[in-house]
C-alpha cells in the first residue's frame, strides 16, 4: 500500500499528523510531521504532510478522511492552497539593518531594494527584478530600477550615506581619530577605452579597461567614503582628493590618515599635513641602511624578534623638505619569509644571467650591455633588513608610541576585507554600466551594501554570504483556505536561532 497521510488524536488532545504506510496488515509509521492544537495548525501541517507525498501538489481537501480507518478525521474546511511563500526574516533582518545605519533618510524603496537584493545575491538591474521576486516580495520594473539610480546622481545619495556612515561609526567606536585607505580597480567586460575607463596599472595583470577606486574605512573596516578615478590614474595622487572630500563633507581635521607605501610620497604627506591631517604610511626599505647606520654600527645584522627603532629622514628637496618619524620593526616571522623570498629571486636572476632562462626584469638582476650578472650590492642590502619593516609618521613620539604607530598601520587589513567583500561577496566588478552617472551610481548602490554587511558582520560574527545562506531557507507561508488565509510562521532552526539572537530585537516572523 503507498503511503498515506494518518490524523491521530493524542493524549493531551491534540492531533497527531503522521505519513504511514501498511504492508500485510502491519501499519508503520513513516515519519511524524508534527502535532496540531487547532484547525490552522491541523492545515499547516496536513499541508506538509502532502507535500511530502506529492513534491509539487499544492492543493488538497482537508475534509478527506484518512485511508486508516482508526485515523481521526478533520472538520472539513474545503481545498488549502499555497498562496505564497516569501523570506521574511531575511528581509527584516536587512531592512531592520538599513534602517539602523540611517539610511530610510533617502525615502527610495526601489534604491533600497537594489541594496538588499545586492547583499542576497549582486547582479545586474534585470537580474535584480527576478531575485525579488524568488524572495517572494513585489519586484520594481527595471525602468524602476534605472530611474532609482538616477535619482542616487541627481540628489546624491552618496552625501547622505556616508554622513549616516560617520555617525555609525563614532556611535561604535566613540571617535572619529582615525581612517584607513587604499585604493582597487574594477574591470569593465569591454575592449573600448574612454576618458573613465583606460587601461592601467592591474594588481592582477589584466589589460581590459578598468576604473580606479578609493575607499576610505574606519579602524574596524566599517566603509566611509567610496571615491572613482580613472583607471590609468596613479595611486598616490587619489589619496588627498579623496580625505579634502572627507574634510569638506564633514568638517573633520583632527584625524591621522592610514595608507599603504603606495601612497608614500613628499608632495602627499605635505599636501596632508597642510590640510590639518596626521599620517602613518609605510616607508619603503631603499633608505633604510641609512637610517639604521648606527644599529649596523653597533650591532651588525642582529636585531631582536619586534625590536623597534626609530630615526628622522629629511623627504622633498628645496621648500617643500620636511623631517620626518621614521619606525622601524623587526619581526623574525618576517625574516623568515623575506629570506626564502629573496632565495627564491636570487635563483631566477642566477638563471637568467646564464642563459637557461630568457632575459626579464628582475630584482637581484643588472644588465649593461650585453653583460648580464648578479647585482651583489643589492642582494646583500636585501639580506641584512630581512625582517624590517618602517613606517612614516608625522605624530610625534608623546602622542603616539613606536608600539601604537605599528598597531595602527596593521589595522590596514581591515581595508582589504573589505574590499574583498565588496569584490566578491557583493561582487562589485566587472561592471556592467558605460556611463560615468551609472557607474557612480552603482557604486553608491555598493558602500550602502558593504556597510550593511560590516554592521550585520560586526553584531552577528558571521559573514554576509553565511548571514543569508542561513536565513534565506526561512520562508513564510501563506495558506489560503477557503476565503480566509492562514500565515505560517517558518521554524527557526538552531543555526539561524544563534544569528538571530545577537542581533536587536526586530518584528520579523519567528522572532
Given at each position: 500500500?503507498?503511503?498515506?497521510?494518518?490524523?491521530?488524536?493524542?493524549?493531551?488532545?491534540?492531533?497527531?499528523?503522521?505519513?504511514?504506510?501498511?504492508?500485510?496488515?502491519?501499519?508503520?509509521?513513516?515519519?511524524?510531521?508534527?502535532?496540531?492544537?487547532?484547525?490552522?495548525?491541523?492545515?499547516?501541517?496536513l499541508?506538509?504532510?502532502?507535500?511530502?507525498?506529492?513534491?509539487?501538489?499544492?492543493?488538497f481537501?482537508?475534509?478527506?478522511?484518512?485511508?486508516d480507518?482508526?485515523?481521526?478525521?478533520?472538520?472539513?474546511?474545503?481545498?488549502?492552497?499555497?498562496?505564497?511563500?516569501?523570506?521574511?526574516?531575511?528581509?527584516?533582518?536587512?531592512?531592520?539593518?538599513?534602517?539602523?545605519?540611517?539610511?530610510?533618510?533617502l525615502?527610495?524603496?526601489?534604491?533600497?531594494?537594489m541594496?538588499?537584493?545586492?547583499?542576497?545575491?549582486?547582479?545586474?538591474?534585470?537580474?535584480?527584478?527576478?531575485?525579488?521576486?524568488?524572495?517572494?516580495?513585489?519586484?520594481?520594473?527595471?525602468?524602476?530600477?534605472?530611474?532609482?539610480?538616477?535619482?542616487?546622481?541627481?540628489?546624491?545619495?552618496?552625501?547622505?550615506?556616508?554622513?549616516?556612515?560617520?555617525?555609525?561609526?563614532?556611535?561604535?567606536?566613540?571617535?572619529?581619530?582615525?581612517?584607513?585607505?587604499?585604493?582597487?580597480?574594477?574591470?569593465?567586460?569591454?575592449?573600448?577605452?574612454?576618458?573613465?575607463?583606460?587601461?592601467?596599472?592591474?594588481?592582477e595583470?589584466?589589460?581590459?579597461?578598468?576604473?580606479?577606486?578609493?575607499?576610505?574605512?574606519?579602524?574596524?573596516?566599517?566603509?566611509?567614503?567610496?571615491?572613482?578615478?580613472?583607471?590609468?590614474?596613479a595611486?598616490?595622487?587619489?589619496?588627498?582628493?579623496?580625505?579634502?572630500?572627507?574634510?569638506?563633507?564633514?568638517?573633520?581635521?583632527?584625524?591621522?590618515?592610514?595608507?599603504?607605501?603606495?601612497?608614500?610620497?613628499?608632495?602627499?604627506?605635505?599636501?596632508?599635513?597642510?590640510?590639518?591631517?596626521?599620517?602613518?604610511?609605510?616607508?619603503?626599505?631603499?633608505?633604510?641602511?641609512?637610517?639604521?647606520?648606527?644599529?649596523?654600527?653597533?650591532?651588525?645584522?642582529?636585531?631582536?624578534?619586534?625590536?623597534?627603532?626609530?630615526?628622522?629622514?629629511?623627504?622633498?628637496?628645496?621648500?617643500?623638505?620636511?623631517?620626518?618619524?621614521?619606525?622601524?620593526?623587526?619581526?623574525?616571522?618576517?625574516?623568515?619569509?623575506?629570506?626564502?623570498?629573496?632565495?627564491?629571486?636570487v635563483?631566477?636572476?642566477?638563471?637568467?644571467a646564464?642563459?637557461?632562462?630568457?632575459?626579464?626584469?628582475?630584482r637581484?638582476?643588472?644588465?649593461?650591455?650585453?653583460?648580464?650578472?648578479?647585482?651583489?650590492?643589492?642582494?646583500?642590502?636585501?639580506?641584512?633588513?630581512?625582517?624590517?619593516?618602517?613606517?612614516?609618521?608625522?605624530?610625534?613620539?608623546?602622542?603616539?608610541?613606536?608600539?601604537?604607530?605599528?598597531?595602527?598601520?596593521?589595522?590596514?587589513?581591515?581595508v582589504?576585507?573589505?574590499?574583498?567583500?565588496?569584490?566578491?561577496?557583493?561582487?562589485?566588478?566587472?561592471?556592467?554600466?558605460?556611463?560615468?552617472?551609472?557607474?557612480?551610481?552603482?557604486?553608491?548602490?555598493?558602500?550602502?551594501?558593504?556597510?550593511?554587511?560590516?554592521?550585520?558582520?560586526?553584531?552577528?560574527?558571521?559573514t554576509i554570504?553565511?548571514?543569508?545562506?542561513?536565513?534565506?531557507?526561512?520562508?513564510?507561508?501563506?495558506?489560503?483556505?477557503?476565503?480566509?488565509?492562514?500565515?505560517?510562521?517558518?521554524?527557526?532552526?538552531?543555526?539561524?536561532?544563534?544569528?538571530?539572537?545577537?542581533?536587536?530585537?526586530?518584528?520579523?516572523?519567528?522572532?
Amino acid at each position: 500500500m503507498s503511503p498515506y497521510i494518518r490524523k491521530v488524536k493524542t493524549g493531551s488532545g491534540a492531533t497527531a499528523v503522521q505519513i504511514v504506510e501498511k504492508r500485510s496488515g502491519v501499519r508503520r509509521i513513516l515519519e511524524h510531521v508534527g502535532s496540531a492544537h487547532g484547525e490552522a495548525d491541523l492545515a499547516v501541517l496536513l499541508q506538509a504532510a502532502q507535500d511530502r507525498l506529492n513534491v509539487g501538489q499544492q492543493a488538497f481537501d482537508l475534509g478527506l478522511p484518512s485511508s486508516d480507518h482508526d485515523a481521526a478525521p478533520g472538520p472539513s474546511l474545503g481545498p488549502a492552497v499555497v498562496a505564497g511563500t516569501r523570506c521574511e526574516v531575511l528581509w527584516e533582518v536587512l531592512s531592520e539593518a538599513y534602517s539602523r545605519l540611517g539610511f530610510d533618510a533617502l525615502a527610495d524603496e526601489a534604491f533600497k531594494a537594489m541594496v538588499l537584493a545586492r547583499l542576497i545575491e549582486p547582479a545586474s538591474k534585470a537580474a535584480t527584478v527576478g531575485i525579488l521576486e524568488d524572495l517572494g516580495f513585489p519586484a520594481a520594473h527595471r525602468n524602476t530600477l534605472a530611474a532609482a539610480l538616477k535619482r542616487c546622481q541627481e540628489r546624491d545619495y552618496r552625501d547622505t550615506l556616508a554622513k549616516a556612515c560617520l555617525a555609525h561609526s563614532v556611535r561604535a567606536t566613540g571617535s572619529a581619530a582615525m581612517v584607513m585607505y587604499d585604493v582597487t580597480t574594477l574591470h569593465f567586460e569591454n575592449e573600448d577605452e574612454d576618458e573613465l575607463r583606460r587601461v592601467g596599472m592591474s594588481k592582477e595583470h589584466r589589460v581590459d579597461p578598468q576604473v580606479q577606486v578609493g575607499l576610505l574605512v574606519d579602524p574596524g573596516g566599517f566603509p566611509l567614503e567610496v571615491h572613482l578615478f580613472e583607471g590609468n590614474k596613479a595611486e598616490t595622487t587619489t589619496l588627498v582628493p579623496v580625505l579634502k572630500a572627507f574634510q569638506e563633507r564633514h568638517g573633520v581635521t583632527d584625524m591621522v590618515v592610514v595608507a599603504d607605501a603606495g601612497m608614500l610620497s613628499a608632495g602627499n604627506l605635505n599636501a596632508l599635513e597642510d590640510a590639518g591631517f596626521s599620517f602613518i604610511v609605510g616607508s619603503r626599505l631603499a633608505k633604510a641602511p641609512y637610517d639604521l647606520a648606527e644599529h649596523f654600527e653597533r650591532h651588525g645584522d642582529h636585531f631582536e624578534d619586534g625590536q623597534i627603532l626609530e630615526s628622522t629622514r629629511t623627504m622633498g628637496t628645496g621648500k617643500a623638505a620636511r623631517e620626518r618619524r621614521i619606525v622601524y620593526q623587526y619581526s623574525f616571522k618576517r625574516a623568515k619569509r623575506d629570506r626564502r623570498n629573496i632565495n627564491l629571486m636570487v635563483e631566477k636572476a642566477e638563471r637568467i644571467a646564464d642563459g637557461s632562462t630568457p632575459l626579464r626584469k628582475t630584482r637581484f638582476l643588472k644588465v649593461i650591455g650585453a653583460e648580464k650578472a648578479l647585482d651583489q650590492a643589492t642582494i646583500d642590502r636585501a639580506r641584512q633588513l630581512a625582517g624590517v619593516k618602517g613606517y612614516v609618521t608625522s605624530l610625534p613620539k608623546e602622542t603616539m608610541g613606536g608600539n601604537a604607530v605599528i598597531a595602527a598601520y596593521h589595522d590596514l587589513w581591515q581595508v582589504e576585507a573589505s574590499f574583498r567583500m565588496t569584490k566578491s561577496d557583493l561582487k562589485a566588478r566587472p561592471v556592467f554600466h558605460y556611463q560615468r552617472e551609472a557607474i557612480e551610481a552603482h557604486l553608491t548602490v555598493v558602500l550602502a551594501a558593504l556597510a550593511i554587511a560590516r554592521c550585520l558582520q560586526d553584531t552577528t560574527g558571521v559573514t554576509i554570504k553565511k548571514l543569508v545562506r542561513t536565513l534565506k531557507p526561512l520562508r513564510t507561508v501563506d495558506i489560503r483556505i477557503g476565503a480566509q488565509t492562514i500565515t505560517a510562521a517558518p521554524a527557526i532552526s538552531p543555526e539561524a536561532r544563534e544569528v538571530l539572537d545577537r542581533l536587536p530585537p526586530i518584528n520579523a516572523p519567528g522572532h
